[in-house]
């Protein structure tokens, strides 16, 4: 199983490779919180949710449980 994007450290990047459709709000989508995307942790708000991500120059705040549901690989630095 691959890392979700709740176990990224801030400033570290990934390409979102898979998602829980069932669990993730439509916006987001829209948003472009797709598979193929990078996804990179801005900041984590002070009681650790929601978190906050740079996915293909959008700013986006998404709530722990959610980010649980989206699967990354992470970027070879």
């Known amino acids: ?10 400033g570290q990047k990934g390409i979102i490779s898979d ?3 069932d669990e993730i ?7 472009g919180c797709l598979p193929g995307n990078w996804v990179e942790l801005i900041q984590i708000a002070p009681f ?3 978190l906050y991500f740079n996915i293909n120059d959008s700013h986006v705040a998404i ?5 649980k549901a989206i ?6 630095n």
């Open 19 to 21: 998602l829980k459709i």
């Open 63 to 67: 709530r722990l449980e959610t980010a």
């Open 25 to 31: 709000p439509l916006k987001l989508l829209e948003m």
């Open 1 to 10: 199983m691959n890392p979700t994007l709740n176990q990224l450290k801030i």
């Open 48 to 50: 650790g949710d929601p």
């Open 71 to 76: 699967e990354i690989t992470l970027e070879n």
